[in-house]
């Protein structure tokens, strides 16, 4: 029924964040205004808890790459009205849990979670280091395959999945980045040109409460996992895998549970697949997916184990975004 805008006033350097109502335009709701706090808050980017209760605030960002950043992170309780920074440090890709009583992170290659009641910050891996990442992808994913945040919340809040990346075996690339300083500076970075070494990935799923880790173990280790997410079901896990030429991707729900994967979709091309996030689940579990394997990209549905239900959409045109 309502809507929210994020609001800069620069006359007060402050930020504000208002809901509208749609079938009314006069009515407003301010639900946080920076003004109001002695800290000086200049706002990029906003979300809602689930329960939206409370507000994730980004601000004093700075850019990494395409589309990796880190900043210093605020949670706002929209009920007692109560502030809270997220770290002292700039942290990347924080996100609420389902239940809206943490928030996980990224700091210096390592995943933080942030209990936002009694405000206590537990370290979850501690191997992030120059060579080894956690929660986070690599350069490559990053550009290719469009995504930064490299872990996810379980529906019940209880455990977390993430990849970690070894690009110990990637080459150091190197080049000097011009700007506003009279001489470039050098800049280096793991990236593989062809033929080079990627960085190896793995999956883990770890366990808030007793901290243990267990690796999701494949019985062919996939050259790269473009996308992952819980989704069709309490204890599904919804794994994409593709081969190095790019032309062989499968979906498989993986159950976190009774440690076993389901094949639920194989797309394969001559030249390429295209990695896309058309992957929308039903309330009965079946899901709807684009594909090209008519030769023009269309929406298919599926029954919750992989079996086509029927081809959503025909013809000579694309389809080129799947909203819900």
Known sequence: NHYTVLEQNKELNSSSIISYSYADSME???????AKFSEKLEISSYSFSK???????????DPIYRRSKQGIYWIYNIKSKELQKLREEKIQEPIFSPDGNYVAYVYRRNIFVKNIINQITTQLTFDGDYQTINGLTDWVYEEEFGFVRAFDWSPDSKKIVFMRFDESKVPIFSMGIYGKDTYP????FRYPKA???NATIDLFVLELDSGIKEAIIFKEKPYY????????????????TINRHQNNLKVFSYDIENKNFRLLIKEQDKAYVSIHDDLKFIDDNSFLWTSERDGFRHIYHFDKNGNLINQVTKGNWEITKMYA
């Not at 996992?225 to 994409?240: A, H, T, V």
């Open 28 to 34: 407003q709701l301010v639900i946080f205004d920076s």
């Open 51 to 61: 329960d939206e209760q409370n507000l994730l605030l980004e601000t004093l960002v």
């Open 185 to 188: 500076f050098p800049y280096m």
């Open 195 to 197: 033929g080079e070494k």
């Open 225 to 240: 996992i473009p996308r992952i997410k819980f989704d069709g079901g309490e204890n599904s896990l919804i794994i994409q």
